[in-house]
């Protein structure tokens, strides 16, 4: 994700917004990491909307 991350910021775009939902891996807290840096905003999305995984949002 880091390098994903990096490699946006690289190519010019001014801010990330990244949406997420019960992630198991530690994700959550990089991105709030992140997001406290001032690097992206993390958006955590409320589990009453329950898209599948794959779903656009």
């Known amino acids: 994700m880091l390098e994903w991350v990096a490699w946006y910021l690289m190519l010019g775009v001014d801010h990330i917004v990244v949406f997420h939902k019960n992630c198991t ?33």
């Not at 530690?26 to 958006?43: K, M, R, Y």
């Open 25 to 57: 891996d530690h994700s959550p807290e990089l991105l709030q990491a992140l997001d406290a840096a001032g690097i992206l905003t993390a958006v955590p999305t409320p589990r009453s909307l329950n898209f599948p995984s794959n779903a656009p949002l």
